[in-house]
């Protein structure tokens, strides 16, 4: 079970990862803050760790500085490529995914046969706070999500952003990192132009059934015998 320490150490670590992004990425508190639609004095508590951003600002703000959103959970060294300037609305976008999560917190929760005052006293977090954050009326401070994220078993990358532009923007980060990891010979293979129709029927086989794929394989072997 969280307690408030628990969620004020997440948050104190959370800030010092954010201000560690923002320095490599040679940009100031306000140009961030602008970034994720807030004002300079809230962003500067969320790097003091006495307050703390919600999922969709740690998504903008990952996007905005160009930093997989990865390095915000502690799991991935800091590899800044230069900042970038989100081209999206931060005010709707933050509108729009705080009540997505209240959602996907909602479903979890009744997923796992809980009332909110059970999840209330397995996460630490006030059952009228979750009902907030269900229903959307306030964004789900990163600390809070991760709490709730640990006591009903799911990941955090459950509620992140999968259909957005930064949900895309994260999805091709994490196929660049996924290549940098695969075998320098398979990289040069992937990368070989001459090698795509060997790529796209490796993934035809793939889609397919296993029935079907059976039969080709006993197809193959009488060829062969």
Not at 81 to 94: I, K, S, T, Y
Not at 111 to 137: C, F, R, V
Not at 146 to 159: K, N, Q, T, V
Not at 163 to 170: F, L, N, T, V, Y
């Amino acid at each position: 079970m969280d307690n408030p320490v628990s969620i004020e150490n997440r948050a104190r670590k959370l800030g010092e990862l954010i201000q560690e992004a923002r320095v490599a990425a040679g940009k100031s508190a306000q140009e961030c803050a602008q970034a994720v639609s807030t004002v300079e004095e809230v962003f500067l508590r969320y790097e003091a760790g006495d307050a703390s951003p919600s999922l969709p600002e740690v998504e903008l703000l990952a996007y905005y500085l160009q930093t997989p959103i990865e390095y915000f959970w502690g799991t991935e060294a800091l590899k800044p490529e230069g900042a970038l300037r989100a081209d999206v609305n931060p005010q709707l976008l933050l509108g729009l995914r705080s009540r997505m999560i209240g959602v996907l917190v909602r479903k979890a929760r009744l997923d796992n046969e809980l009332s909110q005052e059970a999840l209330s006293l397995k996460a630490g977090i006030p059952a009228a706070e979750i009902q907030a954050y269900e229903l959307g009326e306030v964004p789900v401070p990163m600390p809070a999500l991760e709490a709730l994220a640990a006591a009903l078993g799911y990941s955090l990358r459950y509620f992140q952003d999968q259909r957005g532009p930064i949900g895309a923007w994260m999805a091709e980060q994490r196929a660049v990192q996924d290549f940098k990891k695969l075998p320098i010979e398979l990289q040069t293979f992937i990368s070989r132009p001459v090698n795509r129709p060997y790529l796209e029927m490796a993934q035809r086989l793939s889609e397919m059934p296993v029935d079907r794929l059976r039969l080709i394989a006993e197809g193959l072997l009488e060829i062969t015998l």
